[in-house]
């Protein structure tokens, strides 16, 4: 049965169509396997970065904390600094004047009592 110029192939035709495609069949098998494996690697490369992007987050966050607890020992000590240093003036400078007025009280007394 022969329908103009389109007829079905033979059996020998279709052996060797597919004896041809076999080759082209083999490549795509090797290329599509060949890109499964790049697919593999790149997830595991993607898996690395992000495991390693958690880590340093996570060492952010502890230097964040560190900084955190430095400022608050830096405005403690600077506070305990300018409490320190107006004591000390108050003190020398009550302690000049007591000692200007005990000087000046052994003086007089020395003074009245001649």
Do not use: W
């Not at 597919?18 to 690697?41: G, H, I, K, S």
């Not at 495991?51 to 430095?70: G, I, Y």
């Amino acid at each position: 049965m022969c329908y103009g110029r389109d007829r079905l192939p033979s059996r020998d035709e279709i052996s060797e169509i597919q004896a041809r495609n076999r080759p082209v069949d083999n490549e795509n098998a090797v290329a599509v396997e060949n890109m499964r494996d790049r697919l593999a690697e790149t997830e595991a490369r993607l898996e690395q970065a992000r495991a390693r992007e958690a880590e340093l987050s996570r060492q952010l966050e502890e230097m964040k904390k560190f900084v955190r607890v430095m400022e608050i020992l830096e405005r403690y000590l600077r506070r305990r600094y300018t409490e320190q240093q107006d004591h000390l003036a108050r003190f020398y400078t009550s302690s000049s004047s007591s000692s200007v007025s005990v000087t000046l009280t052994s003086i007089l007394g020395n003074g009245t009592q001649s």
